[in-house]
């Protein structure tokens, strides 16, 4: 009997829990390119959802769909791949852990482990993933990490995050191909940063124009800082400037122009308050002419503009529907 990853989609086909896997780690690994982090990646897609190989699991979600259970009540199906990942990846199967609601401390890890390691599911599980995987399910040689994860505690925590992203993003957009094909298909754009800039400088001209107030000027030279700042070469930057300074239209100019100065290919942006995402995000959307091509994910606080390795998310249309 196929084991199932999600229930029917609109024209009651399950979702192959095997299909699943590997288009997860598909998905995943190449999201983790950038990070040099491929191998990970894909064993990270390939072990998020192992627990749902346990006849349990298979049975809950039959159940839900005939509405004899309610959905989002049934067993825990991270705890496999979280072993796995742990004996495998180490710190690692923190995104296992979290991929449904969040990263969690180490500590929080290896309390939960333990207490789920007491009982049966985590090796009926594993024992069933080996029969339909084979010997894809575990890798022949550990998979080797990028040196600059190994110096310092803020390199290793935001690649730890920049993974989670990847992890979390293939889960979502291969469910959305099962239950969505059509929103999946719309979000493909070959839309480059350079049309981006081009959109975004176009409406901030029209902007120049307007009189010259006091307010104005000091706007405008605060874009012109940042404008010539996104020529530094990369590393952290700090744009400290009061309310009302202009501070969206100027941080985004920095970020696309420095994105193509040094051949970077995401811009993040994060911002504290899902009122505040909403806000920017309407902002960039009208200013970048787009309907579906940025995402916006609120993130720790906004005390300024901090960069990292990244561009305009451009695969994105808004947060995908799970079930």
């Not at 839900?64 to 067993?75: H, L």
Request: with cysteine.
């Amino acid at each position: 009997m196929p084991a199932y990853a999600h229930s029917k989609n609109a024209i009651g086909i399950h979702h192959d829990l095997v299909a699943h896997l590997y288009g997860v780690a598909d998905l995943a690994s190449g999201f983790a390119h950038a990070l040099h982090a491929e191998q990970a990646g894909y064993l990270l897609g390939l072990w998020h959802d192992l627990g749902k190989f346990h006849p349990r699991w298979q049975q809950y979600l039959l159940a839900s769909e005939a509405g004899k259970v309610r959905r989002g009540s049934g067993p825990d199906h991270k705890a496999a791949g979280a072993h796995l990942t742990e004996r495998v990846l180490g710190p690692l199967a923190l995104l296992v852990y979290g991929h449904h609601g969040g990263l969690r401390t180490v500590e929080d890890l290896k309390g939960w482990l333990q207490d789920r390691l007491k009982e049966t599911d985590v090796p009926e599980a594993l024992r069933l993933a080996k029969q339909s995987l084979g010997g894809d399910l575990e890798p022949a040689t550990k998979p080797s990490l990028p040196d600059h994860v190994r110096h310092g505690r803020h390199k290793q925590e935001l690649f730890l995050r920049l993974l989670f992203s990847a992890l979390v993003d293939a889960d979502f957009l291969d469910t959305e191909r099962h239950l969505r094909s059509d929103a999946a298909t719309e979000r493909v754009t070959d839309m480059p940063l350079s049309t981006l800039w081009e959109r975004f400088n176009e409406h901030r001209t029209q902007l120049a124009q307007q009189p010259a107030t006091p307010v104005n000027r000091v706007r405008n030279a605060i874009y012109g800082h940042c404008l010539a700042a996104a020529g530094s070469p990369p590393g952290i930057f700090r744009l400290a400037v009061p309310t009302g300074g202009g501070k969206t239209l100027s941080a985004m100019a920095f970020a696309l122009q420095h994105a193509l100065k040094h051949d970077q290919r995401r811009v993040i942006v994060a911002v504290p308050f899902i009122s505040i995402t909403e806000q920017t995000a309407d902002v960039y959307l009208m200013l970048l002419q787009l309907c579906r091509h940025l995402t916006l994910q609120g993130q720790g606080s906004w005390k300024g503009f901090s960069h990292g390795r990244s561009s305009i998310k451009r695969e994105r249309e808004c947060p995908p529907q799970r079930t």
